[in-house]
């Protein structure tokens, strides 16, 4: 049984070693991805490591033009823009991550629904951790 904390550090941890990790209420099986160290459907705080397959759907997105500082340095702007959205996992949670594989000059092209797999990055600069992202299933 993991023993790490249920926090962000753990999360990310997590996803350095390519696993998508979330924790589930052990009382009403309620699950959550980022990981939660208490229930909020229940106010328990009997919570468990769950791991996710990584699979599910797209349920919003946006195209971002305007970027912080630290896209900007990674060649991301107006002219070449990044995409972000919400992924419906399987298993049941909502999860923001940056969307890959769709052309984000043409938001047009990206359909809500689309079926997405995780992908895990390392880190784009040296101050960043490694990172997931999803892409279309082919």
């Not at 500082?69 to 919400?86: E, H, S, W």
Request: net charge negative; hydrophobic share 35%.
């Amino acid at each position: 049984m993991e023993t790490k904390p249920f926090n962000d550090h753990s999360f990310y941890e997590f996803i350095g070693q390519q696993q998508l990790m979330g924790s589930k209420c052990e009382d009403c099986d309620t699950l959550y991805c980022p990981p939660r160290a208490f229930c909020p459907n229940c106010g328990g705080t009997n919570m468990a490591w769950h791991q996710f397959k990584g699979i599910g759907n797209l349920a919003a997105f946006t195209c971002i033009t305007v970027c912080a500082p630290q896209m900007i340095a990674l060649g991301y702007g107006r002219d070449n823009p990044y995409c972000v959205g919400v992924v419906h996992l399987e298993e049941g949670p909502k999860i923001d991550a940056r969307i890959l594989g769709v052309n984000a000059k043409k938001p047009e092209t990206i359909k809500i629904g689309t079926k997405m797999n995780i992908q895990y990055l390392e880190a784009e600069t040296e101050n960043d951790t490694s990172f997931m992202g999803f892409s279309p299933v082919k």
